[in-house]
């Protein structure tokens, strides 16, 4: 196979529900201070709650450190309860929106073709879809992990045209089995998955476009100390971040640890 690693790697937090607005203003602030060198050398992405967004854009001010949410509707006005359009992340200063996260798939019914329909209307508002996809420990231990992996990415991504000059479309391989328990999956997997999504990836582009424009990342239950295992030239390009992401000191040090790798 012939995967060119990116060069500068991404790393997004997904604060989930953890975080209100003062918790979240208080991070950023500290992340700008302790990043303020090393912003050019990495994506820096932040994910908080929707009512944190504005002030989030507004604690990240000039900084390079984007801001992100953690879903969308795929409609941008009308009867929704409690949704939220991609025309309002926009008005929050919002660049990049995760899409199927597996909490989302499993506690609130999200289908494969619902997220298809939110990563179109995202990539039609501009946002950069997050892509989140990633198999259940049952569906591993009965060797489906590759086929199910494999139709979220084509039910998702089947749609969409290629990603317009100097956009990216992010993939995050997040096994479920993985997510918040401490246990990352062993990284000899993670990289037979990594391989597996870049082929999954050319029956829908082309190599040039799979290749520099799409990025492909591992979350789950990384921290400072593996995350080398999973990001850096020739592994995943970045990484999914949940619970090492909400402790400044821990999340720094990651970052550190990832930009390490790229600049041996
Ligand atoms: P985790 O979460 O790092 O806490 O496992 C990752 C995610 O859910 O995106």
Not at 39 to 48: D, G, S, V, Y
Not at 105 to 115: A, F, H, I, K, S
Not at 190 to 212: S, T
Request: aromatic letters at 6%; a positive charge.
């Amino acid at each position: 196979m012939n995967r060119r690693a990116h060069t500068t790697p991404t790393i997004i937090a997904n604060w989930k529900m953890y975080l209100r607005t003062e918790g979240v203003v208080t991070r950023i602030s500290a992340l700008r201070k302790f990043l303020s060198t090393v912003e050019r050398k990495a994506h820096i992405i932040l994910c908080p709650s929707f009512p944190a967004l504005a002030e989030a854009h507004r604690t990240i001010g000039k900084s390079l450190i984007r801001l992100g949410a953690q879903d969308l509707f795929w409609d941008d006005a009308g009867p929704y309860t409690g949704e939220v359009s991609a025309l309002q992340l926009r008005d929050c200063g919002v660049h990049d929106v995760i899409i199927g996260h597996s909490e989302r798939r499993q506690l609130l019914g999200e289908t494969d073709t619902m997220v298809a329909k939110k990563v179109i209307c995202a990539t039609a508002h501009g946002l950069s879809p997050i892509l989140c996809v990633g198999e259940t420990a049952e569906q591993r231990r009965l060797g489906k992990h590759n086929q199910v992996v494999a139709d979220q990415l084509i039910t998702a991504l089947r749609g969409l045209p290629p990603p317009g000059k100097g956009k990216f479309i992010t993939v995050a391989y997040e096994p479920i089995w993985a997510i918040g328990t401490g246990k990352p999956a062993d990284p000899v997997i993670a990289m037979h998955m990594l391989d597996h999504i870049f082929q999954v990836l050319l029956e829908v582009y082309d190599h040039p476009v799979v290749e520099r424009q799409m990025r492909i990342l591992y979350g789950g239950s990384t921290d400072r100390h593996n995350v080398t295992e999973y990001v850096g030239p020739g592994l995943f390009s970045g990484a999914l971040v949940g619970g090492a992401s909400l402790e400044v000191p821990g999340f720094v040090a990651m970052i550190k640890n990832v930009i390490q790798q790229y600049h041996r």
